[in-house]
């Protein structure tokens, strides 16, 4: 007979070496750095919506961040896509972005916005080579569904700030900064709804994870990322397996970052899949 999936309980501090690794690969292939004068101001997921290859990310991340795609403005959005020196820019009068209408709290938003990138040339070659894109559009009731479950764990993706250090030359290039790609795994341990949209708290735990950061700072406009781990009957602990990967939500502000619990807040499911893709499309087609 064909090998079951069996329930059992796991914790997050009773994953394996190589399941972490299955689940930063996972998502990391969707993920990329933000970086606007040579400094980076947010990170952000690739995405497609009807054929149209973008980034979901946070709008605070373009309006705090200085963007300006005014035609002749001499400012270029930077970006890296993988662990080797390199780097790859556009024009930023090149892009164009959709945002959510400015809300009145920080911690509550609306807090979204797609930016579209070329559709053509060698920036979007580049990504397409490198990178995976999320397709926004397919089969949202099940995503939604999936990322809402009770039963899943949460994964923060992004790019922390104070994690960049000055690298040894390497590859041509004479001056290196390493950024720091994380996920930040957790629970979804607050589910709220504010104004229309949904939102997820994902909590860490610093006593069982000592490498989270002191501050999330740079990982704004990050996939928040739901998953769920099986294991086959007969397969001892230690042999678990990522499974039911869904792009749940954007994360955007950071709560009780100096405790030992510190929580990341993001829009969730139906803030993505029913309000901001129903916009951006929308938005796409005037």
């Known amino acids: 007979m064909e090998n079951q999936e069996r329930l059992f309980r796991i914790a997050v501090g009773e994953f394996s070496d190589q399941l972490l690794e299955e689940i930063w690969r996972a998502t990391y292939d969707f993920t990329i750095p933000l970086i606007l004068n040579d400094h980076l101001v947010g990170s952000g997921t690739l995405v497609t919506v009807e054929g149209s290859r973008g980034i979901l990310t946070a709008a605070h991340v373009i309006t705090k961040g200085g ?15 993988d ?12 892009l164009d972005w959709w945002l959510t209408p400015p809300g009145t709290s920080e911690q509550w938003g609306p807090d979204l ?6 559709q053509s ?9 490198k990178k995976s894109f999320w397709t926004l559009k397919k089969d949202p009731a099940r995503r939604i569904q999936l990322a809402s479950s ?9 790019f922390v700030d104070e994690e960049t250090r000055d690298g040894e030359p390497e590859s041509g290039f004479s001056q290196v900064k390493r950024l720091q790609g994380y996920s930040f795994i957790g629970g979804p341990t607050g589910r ?12 860490g735990d610093r006593t069982t994870c000592s490498s989270i950061p002191s501050d999330f700072g740079g990982v704004s406009g990050g996939g928040v990322w739901t998953f769920s781990v099986n294991r086959l009957e007969g397969d001892p602990a230690g042999f678990e397996k990522l499974a039911e990967l869904t792009l749940a939500g954007v994360a955007f502000y950071q709560l009780d970052r100096s405790s030992d619990k510190p929580i990341v807040r993001a829009h969730g499911p139906e803030s993505v899949y029913q309000i901001a893709l129903a916009e951006i499309l929308k938005w796409l087609q005037g």
């Open 150 to 158: 009770g039963e899943v764990f949460a994964a923060v993706c992004g």
């Open 121 to 129: 040339g060698g920036f979007i070659e580049a990504l397409k080579s």
């Open 83 to 94: 662990r080797r020196a390199s780097f790859l820019w556009e024009r930023m009068e090149n």
């Open 113 to 118: 916005a797609f930016v579209r990138l070329p």
């Open 192 to 203: 709220h709804t504010m104004n229309g949209y949904d939102f997820i708290d994902v909590a």
């Open 67 to 81: 963007w300006d795609n005014t035609i002749g403005v001499r400012q270029g959005l930077v970006t890296t896509l």
